[in-house]
């Protein structure tokens, strides 16, 4: 079981940055592949970011390509998206993920959830 609790979101300017946290429990955060997912008012969730439970791989949604990075910290227990040149369209609530498997992109394949954290940028 993986208690996930997000942090971080808020209200920016386009072209700003934030930076979002999300603080797992338990004793196994390094055997779980992570994931940063959103969702805006009136569409599908949708992937944005993913990495192995060893931080050596990741991948990103073409959208935010370029423009953020998802990094983790398995000593703190702490995932965390970097997102840089925010813009209207990133406008969406977040959640963080945690899940097994081969599959990084897909929400199906995680098991657990946070609540999520709104974010939302201004033009």
């Known amino acids: 079981q993986v208690h996930l609790v997000e942090s971080g979101g808020g209200l920016v300017q386009a072209g700003g940055s934030l930076r979002l946290s999300c603080a797992a429990s338990?004793?196994?955060?390094?055997?779980?592949?992570m994931g940063w997912f959103r969702q805006a008012p009136g569409k599908e969730r949708e992937f944005v970011a993913s990495?192995?439970?060893?931080?050596?791989?990741?991948y990103y949604a073409d959208s935010v390509k370029g423009r953020f990075t998802i990094s983790r910290d398995n000593d703190k227990n702490t995932l965390y998206l970097q997102m840089n040149i925010l813009n209207p369209e990133d406008t969406a609530v977040y959640y963080c993920?945690?899940?097994?498997?081969?599959?990084?992109?897909?929400?199906?394949?995680?098991?657990?959830w946070g609540q999520g954290t709104q974010v939302t940028v201004s033009s």
């Open positions: 993920a945690a899940g097994t498997g081969s599959i990084y992109s897909k929400w199906s394949q995680y098991a657990y």
């Open positions: 990495i192995a439970g060893s931080g050596t791989t990741t």
């Open positions: 338990g004793r196994t955060f390094d055997t779980y592949k």
